[in-house]
């Protein structure tokens, strides 16, 4: 039988996308564990693990965890079929392609949705928020994508909760951060934030199909006092509230299979978040200087960020337009021949003029493996040779 | 690097639930690869082949799999929010626990659900389902679970769906396969069924976290015509459909991320499954061998099966009643002392006075390693062991 210490996984050649990111030794061989019932003695404490230590991770008290099989996409199922009933008012803060998709998806559910759509590149400014939760419309939800992964863009979760308070104290805060959990700054508790919702494969550093989403104690006496029952079965809190309830006291329940393997590995992955040597601050502030070099090293290539201030631009991954005259087959081939994989564009209006590189997790934490360093001296290669090319 | 040769899991204890099943080392090995982005050219042949795996284990050449993250409670929520709409007659023919939530599923999306309701240990009559039909009430729906794991019951499927067909030409014939997928006999095309839905974790021996579904071109066109969108986002087959399209046709695609390792590890599985040296055929026919010497095995010791008829006795399991004068604290750490972890009960109404082994997968093909005699061995010593004990 193959041990811990044995196992070691081939060589990665794909670590620079925005997700999934690479996943380390001890979560790949968690995610091979042995088949176990998800009602076995040897299963639920790791269930309860995950369930006490995603809370850690966004430090929250009493935030309600919840942990289902499934993409990141089916956060917003939760937070749609759970939190708002048909004709409510939903308001989506829009940096880019996933504040679209969250819109789409609450009109879905029946809520009637407006947006606040920021240019390409920025955030919405806090004062057309403010003027907007002023109108006199009751929003039962704010929603804010963290870090767009189209984009690039981060968004200020703490200044727009603290407004939404301030304002209109009802209101709940929902931040999407599939692309921010463990790689940009989020203080539960203390911005007094409602949801956050993420997935596994990204700053959580385990492979993809788990969607981790927290609920405040407010939210959850929203979802309590409904009128209407959830309008999603798989996704409904009546169905899982007393699954995580029974794991995290130690007793297993069931309503649908969890993802036995994957929670292994997540638990895995969140113990060397949680309990590792390095802790989350030094984590992030980790995640801060990788961004600043690789962000510094395109800027002194005369690449252009997509966020167009620096203060909006997340600390997980760099979003670039192409330099001028060269495109993304003079771009990403030469990076691929390095080994470098970097993610296309995603945001429909602008898709083939940028391209996005990812840092998150092992790649910006483990300095001594020299990831930031290949990734930079592979970009400046690349573009120093497609000049050349173009040139010639 | 560890190779694939090379990775062996720890000793499984676990080997008789009817799922999560025991999973070949080649599986979990494959469960473990190195992150992989889902648009990559590696992983895209890689979503195709299960697509088309899917198929050939279906028996199937025009069904429309669909590979999701998720549990197998997700298939219900496919099937309510796309093919039935709201105030639409659906008929669940109920053969224990998971009839009783297919219908709440449903009910949830705005189906009108109408029941028939088998008593414990058997499955609906035909002769009823054709009194329904010809009742006059139109249903979108007929639903059947084809094992419900909850009572190890098998419905005929096959019988179902040709007399529906005659019946009620326009009525989709769903079936719930979770716990009956490469363990029974499924002849998709041939029976003419509409929905055939189940997960990974079961005769499919791949980790949980997959929903896996297949529907006919009948379905399908009834999906296109819908007049109402379809009742959930993520479950949402217009949003999937151009996904699992453009992975089979070789290109990639987003709607959300898929679960990469779960795939690259059902892969793994169904090479073995369709392209192994043991054909479907076989492969079901040892099921049937390895479930008739636990039955009679059983029956010798006096053990009560909970399906009344042999006709209608799943092949992937055994459902038994505890013998008379003894109960769960008898046998199940009998069995246990013996490597042998065995479920519980599971329907509500009868839930402490059985238990249930699973003999799927790996347990039931692989003769030489002994397993089925290992359980058989356990299961006559732990009930010799309990009666000698209570009649001292």
């Known amino acids: 039988m193959t041990t811990r210490d044995e196992f ?6 794909a670590f620079s996308v925005p997700g999934p990111i690479e996943v380390a030794d001890e979560v790949l061989f968690a995610n091979a564990h042995p088949s176990m019932s998800h009602v076995s003695p040897d299963f ?5 693990d995950c369930i006490r230590m995603t809370r850690e991770v966004l430090l929250t008290k009493s935030g309600q965890p919840f942990l289902i099989s499934g993409s990141g996409t089916l956060g917003w199922d939760q937070v749609a079929a759970n939190l708002v009933e048909s004709g409510e008012n939903a ?21 009637n949705v407006a947006q606040l759509k920021a240019p390409i590149g920025r955030a919405v400014a806090l004062s057309d928020l403010e003027k907007e939760l002023r109108s006199g419309k009751k929003y039962k939800i704010v929603t804010v994508t963290h870090v767009d992964t189209s984009t690039g863009v981060l968004s200020n979760a703490k200044e727009i909760a603290s407004l939404v308070r301030k304002v209109s104290p009802e209101t709940l805060v929902v931040v999407d951060a599939v692309c921010s959990v463990a790689s940009e700054e989020i203080h539960f508790d203390n911005w007094d934030l409602d949801i956050v919702l993420t997935a596994s494969q990204k700053g959580l550093g385990t492979p993809p199909g788990l969607s981790i989403l927290v609920a405040s104690e407010r939210a959850m006496n929203v979802f309590k006092n ?30 649908a299979t969890p993802p036995v393997n994957l929670i292994y590995a997540y638990r895995a992955s ?37 966020p167009e201030s620096e203060g909006e631009a997340a600390n997980g991954m760099t979003a670039l337009y192409y330099p001028e005259g060269l495109a993304a087959s003079d771009i990403l081939p030469r990076l691929a021949k390095r080994n470098i ?6 945001h429909t209006e602008i898709k083939d003029k940028y391209f996005r590189i990812g840092h998150m997790g092992i790649t910006a934490v483990n300095e001594e493996r020299g990831d930031i360093e290949t990734i930079v001296r592979a970009l400046e290669e690349a573009v120093k040779e497609a000049r050349a090319a173009k040139s010639t």
Not at 8 to 13: C, E, G, H, S, V
Not at 44 to 48: K, M, N, T
Not at 91 to 111: Q, R
């Open 226 to 255: 409904r009128k209407s029952p959830p309008s999603s079965y798989y996704a409904s809190w009546k169905k899982w509230l007393p699954i995580m309830k029974a794991y995290e006291a130690g007793s297993p329940a069931y309503f």
């Open 91 to 111: 308001l989506v803060l829009n940096s880019g392609y996933f504040g679209d998709s969250f819109k789409e998806c609450l009109e879905t559910y029946g809520a």
């Open 8 to 13: 070691k996984q081939a060589p990665p050649f």
């Open 341 to 346: 994989v970097v993610a296309g564009g995603l």
């Open 270 to 306: 969140l113990n060397s978040i949680v309990l590792g040597d390095l802790s989350l601050e030094k984590r992030l502030k980790l995640h801060g200087v990788a961004s600043r070099r690789v962000k510094d090293a395109a800027k002194k290539l005369g690449l252009r960020q997509l």
């Open 44 to 48: 639920v404490p790791v269930f309860g």
